[in-house]
């Protein structure tokens, strides 16, 4: 197996309704290692270069206006197939489609606050670190 690091964001619902502690005992439960955390709040300026991708969807201003409305905690976190492993046990986007037992499945309400967000692949995980994170090592 290929040892790999991964972004893990808290959205701002996750904080608000106070499963921050929850979130990172399932990821210390299954092992993986959290090589850095830090609580911030999204800037305008991060939010456009985290969601890059998303910038010309309709959706993008609801986005923006969330992922800014308070403060996230944001991990590095590391394992073998980190990346696989955190977005199976983040659930699906939507709370209605998360498997029970999921992050999303259990604590989830609406798609447009889903509590986390984890890098999709090797390269948005290494683009998405450097953003939030000088040096995760």
């Not at 290692?33 to 270069?49: H, P, Q, S, Y």
């Amino acid at each position: 197996m290929a040892t790999q690091r991964t972004l893990v964001l808290v959205k701002p619902d996750g904080v608000r309704r106070r499963l921050v502690g929850e979130i990172v005992r399932r990821f210390e439960n299954k092992q993986l290692d959290i090589v850095a955390m830090k609580m911030l709040t999204v800037d305008e300026e991060l939010a456009k270069r985290h969601y890059e991708e998303h910038l010309e969807k309709p959706f993008f201003p609801e986005l923006l206006s969330f992922i800014t409305s308070g403060p996230v905690v944001a991990m590095c976190i590391e394992g073998d197939e980190v990346i696989t492993v955190v977005r199976d046990m983040m659930g699906a986007t939507d709370p209605k489609k998360a498997a029970p037992g999921t992050i999303r499945g259990e604590f989830g309400i609406i798609t447009t606050e889903n509590l986390v967000h984890g890098s999709d692949g090797p390269e948005s995980a290494a683009r998405e670190l450097g953003l939030f994170f000088d040096d995760p090592t």
